[in-house]
């Protein structure tokens, strides 16, 4: 497997291991997230529109994401294969993946869900200090998790893409884990 999407809720652990498992597999580590606050860094005319949003922990617009994710996924390195950590967010932007993919003719290979309890989650992002990870940050992060991005297990489940990884342990036993799923 060298086509995957990583989903889970802010502070699963998705990132980093997206992050290793991509060194490891040597395909690009996709981090809508990354290169929004990157572009805000840069006060980049993207970076300027998504401030706000990012800041308050909403979405930012669909309209701002998917150019970017097209453009991205249309590139050399990723033609081998990629790792999406934080795209798709809705049910939308999934339909919009499962269509690119389509014309790229490219195949998502599966999903990971990164399980993790809530307050797992919460002490987490404390402990991370990000600038969005301050507490009220983190619990609106939370809510547009559970209403927006949640769906989004089922939505994986019915094309039969969906694989269950326990995010609750030792960062080393879950990235043993995901090799031996990609390598399956
Ligand atoms: P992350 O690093 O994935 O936790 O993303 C940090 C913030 O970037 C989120 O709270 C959103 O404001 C924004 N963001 C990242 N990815 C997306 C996306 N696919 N759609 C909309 N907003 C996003």
Not at 14 to 25: F, W
Not at 87 to 108: H, M
Not at 142 to 161: C, D, F, M
């Amino acid at each position: 497997m060298t086509k995957l999407i990583f989903l889970g809720a802010p502070g699963a652990g998705k990132g980093t291991q997206a992050q290793i498992l991509a060194e490891t597999l040597g395909i690009p580590h996709i981090s809508t997230g990354e290169i929004l606050r990157g572009a805000i860094a840069d006060e980049t005319p993207l970076g300027l529109k998504a401030k706000s949003y990012v800041d308050n922990g909403d979405l930012v617009p669909d309209d701002l994401i998917l150019d970017l994710i097209k453009q991205r996924l249309g590139e050399e390195d990723a033609q081998k294969g990629w790792i999406l950590d934080g795209f798709p967010r809705n049910v939308s932007q999934a339909d919009f993946l499962t269509n690119l993919l389509q014309q790229l003719n490219q195949n998502c290979d599966g999903v990971i869900n990164f399980d993790v309890p809530d307050q797992v989650l919460i002490d987490r992002l404390l402990g991370r200090g990000r600038k969005d990870d301050n507490q009220e940050t983190i619990s609106n992060r939370l809510v547009v998790y559970r209403q927006k991005t949640a769906p989004l297990i089922e939505y994986y489940q019915q094309h039969n893409l969906l694989k269950n990884v326990n995010g609750d342990r030792e960062l080393s036993q879950i990235s043993q884990e995901l090799e031996t799923i990609v390598k399956s």
